[in-house]
């Protein structure tokens, strides 16, 4: 059983900068991989990032490639996702979620446990 927070959530304005953290439940943290995923109103559940288990290998969305960095802190059970140069549609609600798979980080259906999320909302 991981049990997972996000917070870290908010207002920002278009080209400014937040930083959402998920805390774990799990003294196993290190052996799960972790990820982002995000959804508008009305969209689908999407993508955002992922990380392997020790937090050499990461992946992003096409959409945040050199705008977000996801991180991650296994001594303290801590998954982070920086995001800078916000725009309009990075509007959504954030959750972070636990896999227990190395592959196919980008699928939701591979993850096991979800936080509740965080709201992230970029104005103009």
């Known amino acids: 059983q991981v049990q997972l927070v996000e917070s870290g959530g908010g207002l920002v304005q278009a080209g400014g900068s937040l930083r959402l953290s998920c805390a774990a439940s799990?003294?196993?943290?290190?052996?799960?991989?972790m990820g982002w995923f995000r959804q508008a109103p009305g969209k689908e559940r999407q993508f955002v990032a992922a990380?392997?288990?020790?937090?050499?290998?990461?992946y992003y969305a096409d959409s945040v490639k050199g705008r977000f960095t996801i991180s991650r802190d296994n001594a303290k059970n801590t998954l982070d996702l920086q995001m800078n140069s916000l725009k309009l549609e990075d509007t959504a609600v954030y959750y972070c979620?636990?896999?227990?798979?190395?592959?196919?980080?980008?699928?939701?259906?591979?993850?096991?446990?979800w936080g509740q999320g965080t709201q992230v909302t970029v104005s103009s």
């Open positions: 979620a636990a896999s227990p798979s190395a592959t196919r980080l980008h699928l939701s259906q591979g993850y096991r446990y």
């Open positions: 799990a003294r196993t943290f290190g052996s799960w991989s």
């Open positions: 990380i392997s288990y020790i937090g050499s290998a990461t």
